[in-house]
């Protein structure tokens, strides 16, 4: 049980993972137009090439319509450009792009065999490179979302492989085999690069945490060089700092006279002895406060 759930993984998107699901949006959205723009163009040179001794429903209705689906999701993918999606509405393009792959796949391997009876020895071999080579430009734009790559395949090649086993031809036979092998090398580098993807967006996740945390130890360290931890007013080192700053503008022309007064609280060391640094300490934040406003 815990293998099929681990192999079923393999075809989901990852939910759990806010952070990775957004990053292969923005990766993947960046793959998918080309996805859709090779299909469309490989399917209309086959489309071409059997228009006059395949039937018209094989080599316009269908493939335009196949198409049509393709350019519809092509658009709406380069109309996401520059969006911001939340993780849920990442989350469903994503897995609408897995079962749209499904979709997809089968419907142009099936338009694939319909068509292979049809024309002569180069109008075949046409047939089983175009579905071979689109398979193959298919999986690798599709790097980025490991799922919809894995069904993919699954749904193109299984046939793929029994289709042309069937025909009674070797060389068919060997086709499919080498397809099929060609195909699992593919996976296994699919896998490989989904897995160092979802451990470098990790990596950087963790390093904007970092300079997060370093940046707010900075801010707070410099707020601690310049200001009163007690009070929060401007410390001796600010006042020194803004003093000299503005003697130096005074001196050079650029700024103008400045007037410093001197304020102090008579008694308080009283107030200290007689009520305790506490005390003391309250009188003081409540000064500040007064002279602040």
Same mark, same amino acid.
């Given at each position: 049980? &815990?293998?099929? &759930? ?11 993972? $806010?952070?990775? +699901?957004?990053?292969?949006?923005? %990766?993947?959205? &960046? ?23 395949? $039937? ?7 493939? /335009? =319509?196949? #198409? #049509? ?35 997809? *796949? ?10 292979? $009876?049809? *024309? @002569? ?7 089983? =490179? ?7 430009? #298919? ?9 919809? %790559?894995?069904?993919?395949? #699954?749904?193109?090649?299984? $046939? ?59 801010? @707070?360290?410099? &707020?601690? %060089? ?28 650029? /700024?103008?006279?400045? !007037?410093? /007064?001197?304020? @102090? ?5 009283? +107030? ?9 300490? !309250? ?11």
């Amino acid at each position: 049980m &815990k293998h099929l &759930k681990s192999l079923s993984r393999l075809f989901q998107v990852d939910r759990d993972n $806010p952070t990775l +699901v957004l990053a292969q949006l923005r %990766a993947f959205s &960046k793959q998918i137009p080309l996805l859709y723009a090779i299909l469309i163009a490989n399917t209309a040179f086959v489309s071409l090439t059997h228009f006059k001794v395949a $039937p018209f429903y094989l080599t316009v209705l269908l493939p /335009g =319509f196949f #198409c #049509c689906i393709a350019a519809i999701r092509l658009y709406g993918w380069w109309q996401m450009r520059g969006s911001n999606p939340t993780v849920e509405q990442a989350a469903r393009r994503l897995t609408s792009t897995v079962f749209l792959a499904a979709g997809l *796949g089968i419907g142009f391997s099936v338009w694939g065999f319909a068509l292979f $009876p049809y *024309g @002569d020895v180069y109008a075949r071999s046409h047939v089983i =490179f175009y579905m071979a080579l689109t398979m193959i430009a #298919c999986v690798f734009s599709l790097m980025n979302l490991r799922a919809a %790559a894995y069904v993919l395949s #699954c749904v193109v090649i299984v $046939p793929f492989l029994i289709f042309f086993s069937m025909q009674g031809h070797m060389v068919l036979t060997a086709i499919a085999a080498n397809m099929a092998l060609v195909t699992a090398v593919m996976l296994f580098i699919l896998t490989t690069h989904s897995r160092d993807f979802a451990l470098m967006v990790m990596q950087r996740e963790h390093l904007e945490k970092v300079n997060r945390e370093t940046q707010r130890l900075s801010d @707070d360290n410099r &707020k601690l %060089a310049h200001h009163d931890s007690l009070t929060g007013l401007p410390n001796r080192r600010s006042f020194i700092a803004q003093a000299e700053a503005r003697v130096a503008e005074f001196n050079a022309g650029t /700024g103008r006279g400045f !007037a410093l /007064g001197i304020i @102090d609280l008579d008694g308080f060391k009283a +107030v200290n002895d007689l009520y305790g640094h506490a005390t003391g300490d !309250a009188l003081l934040i409540e000064a500040s406060r007064r002279m602040r406003d």
